[in-house]
């Protein structure tokens, strides 16, 4: 009788299986097929990493730009204030230095200059607080140079031309005549010498007061 073990059938011998090579086998075709499961999780991790700091950086990028064009526009912005104040501090205010020249009939001269310095400086605080655009700066000015050249040619004008230019930067923007932190709550108060604002006149049925 002849040996399975060493002739199948097809005068081959067949190649007997170890058992001590059966775990390098094993191991063998497992990392051929397929990746272990702590390299994977390793992977995973290391592609989280990856992926959060992109997301660090990208943020981190969007931020600088908005950053930069907020820092732009404060700059365009804040040159263009810085303008328009030198203007009102240049040109503006000095429109009514003329009437210094001017002395009204029943003022007295040092009341009369004392009413000028609290016009100029109120006038100063309304040309620097970004109240009035350019346009507004112009026509200001323009007012201004009118109510002197009133007042020269008719110096009983004065008085009421100093009180309309109270009355309209008044009507314009009065809470920057005033200062909450002031025992009276007034910044720039009116001169002694100026007549009391007119009332407003009561508004007509339908009309917000």
Known sequence: MRDAARDNGDCHQSRRLR???LPSNVTWSYGRG???RGAMAARSRDERGYSGRRFVLVSGL?????????????????????????????YVVPAIDPMVRIDP???APEAWREALAQTKAM????TSSNLLDEKQMRELQ????????????DPKRAVTELAIIWNSIADRGEFLLKDSR??????HPRPKILPPRPAKPAPRPGQDA
């Open 19 to 21: 058992l001590d090579e």
């Open 34 to 36: 397929s990746e272990p």
């Open 62 to 90: 969007v931020l600088l730009a908005i950053w930069g064009t907020l820092y732009l526009l404060f700059r365009d912005w804040r040159a263009r204030y810085q303008k328009r104040a030198q203007y009102g501090a240049s």
């Open 105 to 107: 009939p029943d003022v």
């Open 123 to 126: 006038l100063v605080t309304v």
């Open 142 to 153: 323009i007012a201004l140079d009118g109510a002197a050249r009133r007042s020269l040619a």
């Open 182 to 187: 002031s025992a009276s709550g007034v910044r």
